[in-house]
T-cell receptor
Framework: GQQVMQIPQYQHVQEGEDFTTYCNSSTTLSNIQWYKQRPGGHPVFLIQLVKSGEVKKQKRLTFQFGEAKKNSSLHITATQTTDVGTYFCAVSGTYKYIFGTGTRLKVLA | DVKVTQSSRYLVKRTGEKVFLECVQDMDHENMFWYRQDPGLGLRLIYFSYDVKMKEKGDIPEGYSVSREKKERFSLILESASTNQTSMYLC???????????????FGPGTRLLVL
């Protein structure tokens, strides 16, 4: 079945440093979604990418979809303590979604 | 405002008990999902439903069943709880698939279940 690899599993950064998480698939994706889960909270939708090579920005967050539509990345510039949480990618299957294992980000003040 | 609610935030049950986890959404969404979340394993799909009375197995359905009698409500049932079902359970809902792309999933707050 379709699998989604997400790396790294954990990342600790100093406040102000940049952070990137990557999502990789063995098959071509129709789209990819990104979610953020704060500690003790539930996943919240951030963005969806559909087009090959697409780049979208949300303030300090930059989302990219690979040219071959097999990988994606989420980059945070100058992390803040409010960025703490687990970031998941999710890809679509028939009726359902397949989530990556997530990257847990810790920001040290 | 979009809302998905789950019947309990925390639940403690004994091995062998029958457990019901309820999920209600107020967005008139066709699709509803049950996931469990465990450290290092991410979100794993247990069951999903794309219409009333319809259900489909996800990746880890063993030991679980579901019920969708009304559009807004999707119940997860543990027929005989076991310790390896201790986990965080998350319910989600979404609109049906469009022709070109998937719709956003909206998650409930989760139920942390401990089976002793």
């Amino acid at each position: 079945g379709q699998q989604v690899m997400q790396i790294p599993q954990y990342q600790h950064v100093q406040e102000g440093e940049d952070f990137t998480t990557y999502c990789n698939s063995s098959t071509t994706l129709s789209n990819i979604q990104w979610y953020k889960q704060r500690p003790g909270g539930h996943p919240v939708f951030l963005i969806q990418l559909v087009k090959s090579g697409e780049v979208k920005k949300q303030k300090r967050l930059t989302f990219q979809f690979g040219e071959a539509k097999k990988n994606s990345s989420l980059h945070i510039t100058a992390t803040q303590t409010t960025d703490v949480g687990t970031y998941f990618c999710a890809v679509s299957g028939t009726y359902k979604y397949i989530f990556g294992t997530g990257t847990r980000l810790k920001v040290l003040a | 405002d979009v809302k998905v609610t789950q019947s309990s935030r925390y639940l403690v049950k004994r091995t062998g008990e029958k457990v019901f986890l309820e999920c209600v959404q107020d967005m008139d969404h066709e699709n509803m999902f049950w996931y469990r979340q465990d450290p290092g394993l991410g979100l794993r799909l247990i069951y999903f439903s794309y219409d009333v009375k319809m259900k489909e197995k996800g990746d880890i359905p063993e030991g679980y069943s579901v019920s969708r009698e009304k559009k807004e409500r999707f119940s997860l049932i543990l027929e005989s709880a076991s310790t390896n079902q201790t986990s965080m359970y998350l319910c989600a809902s979404s609109l049906p698939q469009g022709a070109a792309f998937q719709e956003t999933q909206y998650f409930g707050p989760g139920t942390r279940l401990l089976v002793l």
